[in-house]
């Protein structure tokens, strides 16, 4: 029978704890902060909050109507506006939301775009309904509603997502 040497059974078993921590940590940071019942999300109230802030100019990192908004910005305050708490960027918003077929999309779900060069998600907007959504584009813009039905978003659309 052969024998094992501990040292190296401690070796082996010693970077678990380093990488289970630090999987804990990377992971721990796309928990949804807030997810509530669909049916205590105000459609309506988030639809018109949204709508409030349309000619809003676009700046890279805002997050108010007073200073701009970039996509997740606006997202996030609007939410945040009809009492909905949800992550500041992109990313953790699209971590954040339950997914559903674009099928079932309804006004407030969230609708999230990629780029095609890269599978990351870069964009979100809000969904109002009849193929439409608010956003906020892209420098020199401003927030404005665009059409899921648009060639360019349809090449671009990743996932739509509800809290």
Request: glycine fraction near 10%.
């Given at each position: 029978m052969q024998q094992t040497n501990p040292s190296?059974?401690?070796l082996n078993i010693g970077w678990l704890w380093p990488a289970g921590l630090a999987l804990l940590l990377l992971y721990g940071c796309g928990?949804?902060?807030h997810r509530s019942a669909d049916t205590t999300i105000d459609r309506d109230k988030l639809v018109e909050v949204a709508r409030s802030?349309?000619?809003t100019p676009y700046r890279?990192?805002?997050d108010s109507p007073r200073?701009?908004?970039d996509?997740?910005?606006l997202v996030q305050y609007t939410y945040q506006k009809a009492g909905l708490e949800l992550p500041r960027t992109t990313g953790q918003q699209y971590r954040s939301v339950q997914h559903i077929p674009s099928r079932a999309l309804r006004p407030g779900d969230l609708i999230f775009f990629s780029s095609k060069s890269n599978r990351f998600?870069?964009?979100v907007g809000i969904y109002l309904g009849d193929s439409r959504?608010?956003?906020a584009p892209s420098s020199g813009k401003q927030v404005s509603i665009a059409n899921l039905k648009d060639r360019y978003w349809r090449r671009h659309f990743a996932s739509a997502g509800r809290l």
């Amino acid at each position: 029978m052969q024998q094992t040497n501990p040292s190296l059974l401690q070796l082996n078993i010693g970077w678990l704890w380093p990488a289970g921590l630090a999987l804990l940590l990377l992971y721990g940071c796309g928990v949804p902060l807030h997810r509530s019942a669909d049916t205590t999300i105000d459609r309506d109230k988030l639809v018109e909050v949204a709508r409030s802030m349309l000619g809003t100019p676009y700046r890279y990192g805002g997050d108010s109507p007073r200073h701009g908004f970039d996509c997740s910005g606006l997202v996030q305050y609007t939410y945040q506006k009809a009492g909905l708490e949800l992550p500041r960027t992109t990313g953790q918003q699209y971590r954040s939301v339950q997914h559903i077929p674009s099928r079932a999309l309804r006004p407030g779900d969230l609708i999230f775009f990629s780029s095609k060069s890269n599978r990351f998600v870069s964009h979100v907007g809000i969904y109002l309904g009849d193929s439409r959504f608010i956003h906020a584009p892209s420098s020199g813009k401003q927030v404005s509603i665009a059409n899921l039905k648009d060639r360019y978003w349809r090449r671009h659309f990743a996932s739509a997502g509800r809290l």
